[in-house]
């Protein structure tokens, strides 16, 4: 069983969570994470009100009884929702698990610790990463350039930014961008972090409360086809390409202003693509992970196919690449070879750590 200190943390199965989306990150999603063994967030804003995020929460619990949490995005507006509101909603809601993003935490963190929630904070660059840690969250969980959303502005994907971050953080550390399948899983846990977040792999399963045709969508997409739209106006976010993300970029690109885009981008209009299936009704996220996407499962399928796969890779697949050949002797000194399997070297104890077999034995 892949098992890593965030599962420890947090209570779950397995080092797998499902981000917070907005119009997508509703109970019945959530708590088919929750019931798989992984962590999934409600996503706050999609609610219009505080008191409405109350009852989500309360729908949510009733269909799981596993630990979820709830995303609370904070974003640049000028006209802010009420943030303090949502938090107390989540506080007195119970629940014990927050994914902030967007901004920094700080504002809410004090309110947070004193009601014992947990805080993993979602950054796109190290330095959000180093400074988050300081500020005392529990876990970080990062987006490289990939990722469905923000991926900020620094063009990092993770094959760096995750092991430049892990490098500098010390808190446990979820990878986020582009992962959709076991290898993915393997990969980041490679890289030096503690699991994987996924957002667009997620959209593509049954309990997605979105249109049959954006799943279809995905499953047909490459990974070629994402836009980046907002890079004039350094708020920069993948979503899928479509009519109206291409007219966003060509009007912003001929020195158009947020107010020449405003009614292309609205919020209602994307929200029409997930309830309506029309593809070109507005803006959707989506990220370069629909390339590895192929079909529609259930969430307890996807995980459970993420973590044999994960399981079959670092137990028969990676082993095999440390065959000893004859020519190989300074290396292969570093290894023993015991009862026809490779041990772990002394360097390699935060890697194998993350592989539990079943009956609690570490390999
Ligand atoms: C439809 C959609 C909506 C999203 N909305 C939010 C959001 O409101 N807040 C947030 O923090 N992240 C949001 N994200 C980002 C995801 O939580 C996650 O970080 C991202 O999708 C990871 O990259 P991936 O799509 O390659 O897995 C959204 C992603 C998608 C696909």
């Not at 989306?21 to 959530?30: I, N, S, T």
């Amino acid at each position: 069983m892949v098992r890593t200190r965030f599962c420890e943390l947090f209570g779950v199965d397995y080092p797998i969570v499902q981000g917070g989306m907005q119009w997508v990150g509703r109970a019945e999603l959530v708590a088919a994470v929750a019931n798989a063994g992984a962590l999934g967030f409600l996503t706050a804003l999609t609610q219009p009100t505080p008191e409405a995020l109350g009852k989500e929460i309360a729908r949510c619990q009733e269909l799981t009884d596993r630990p979820f949490g709830v995303n609370l995005t904070i974003l640049p507006t000028i006209n802010p929702p009420p943030y303090a509101e949502y938090r107390q909603a989540i506080i007195e809601s119970g629940v014990k698990i927050v994914e902030t993003a967007g901004f920094s935490p700080a504002d809410h963190l004090p309110a947070f610790r004193a009601a014992g929630v947990k805080v993993v904070h979602k950054c796109t660059s190290v330095r959000h990463a180093v400074k988050a840690e300081k500020l005392g969250v529990d876990a970080i969980s990062i987006d490289g350039f990939e990722c469905a959303g923000h991926p900020g502005e620094d063009d990092i994907p993770g094959l760096v930014l995750i092991p430049a971050a892990a490098d500098r953080v010390t808190i446990p550390m979820i990878a986020s961008g582009g992962f959709a399948d076991g290898r993915g899983l393997v990969a980041a846990l490679a890289l030096g972090a503690d699991g994987i977040n996924m957002g667009t792999r997620f959209l593509a399963t049954v309990e997605a409360p979105i249109h049959d045709s954006v799943k279809r969508r995905l499953v047909e997409a490459t990974e070629l086809e994402t836009e980046l739209i907002f890079r004039s106006l350094r708020n920069t976010a993948r979503v899928a390409r479509n009519s109206v993300s291409t007219e966003v970029v060509t009007v912003l690109d001929r020195n158009g202003t947020f107010d020449d885009v405003r009614a292309l981008v609205a919020g209602s209009r994307g929200r029409k693509v997930f309830e309506t299936g029309d593809l070109e009704a507005g803006i959707w996220s989506a990220g370069m992970a629909q390339g590895l996407i192929r079909d529609i499962p259930t969430v307890a399928e996807l995980i459970a196919r993420i973590v044999a796969e994960a399981e079959a890779i670092i137990s028969r697949r990676l082993p095999q690449s440390l065959t000893v050949s004859a020519n190989e002797p300074a290396r292969a000194a570093n290894r023993t070879v015991a009862g026809g399997q490779q041990a772990m070297t002394a360097n390699e104890p935060a890697r194998a750590a993350s592989l539990t077999v079943a009956g609690g034995q570490q390999r």
